[in-house]
């Protein structure tokens, strides 16, 4: 069964930090790009980073660039969020995909969905 499992959520002051998880079981992670996706509440679903199937192309939202850290661990079949000087704007329900290949520019190129993490930032 194909899985994708996001860790690591949480409740964070402003300025604080979070590691995202995204945990790949059932498929060979190697082969898929990974994208990071947010949804705040009334809002729609925004990518906010993606990283390659070899970890050496990545890209980043504007609104998380010199914030945020894409990268992946194959052998561990995970990849991670890093994210730091977090703003109350980042509160959102986090989301990994799984693009086979390059990292797609649309969620709907993305074939499979994990369920998501909260993340709260807030004092």
Do not use: H
Request: charged share 15%; proline share 4%.
């Amino acid at each position: 069964q194909l899985r994708l499992v996001e860790s690591g959520g949480g409740l964070v002051q402003p300025g604080g930090s979070l590691r995202l998880s995204c945990a790949a079981s059932g498929f060979t992670l190697n082969y898929y790009a990974i994208g990071w996706f947010r949804q705040a509440p009334g809002k729609e679903r925004e990518g906010v980073s993606c990283i390659s199937p070899s970890g050496g192309i990545t890209n980043y939202a504007d609104s998380v660039k010199g914030r945020f850290t894409i990268s992946r661990d194959n052998a561990k079949a995970t990849v991670y969020l890093q994210m730091n000087s977090l703003k109350p704007e980042d509160t959102a329900v986090y989301y990994c995909a799984a693009d086979i290949g390059a990292c797609g520019s649309n969620p709907l190129d993305f074939g499979f969905w994990g369920q998501g993490t909260r993340v709260a930032v807030s004092s």
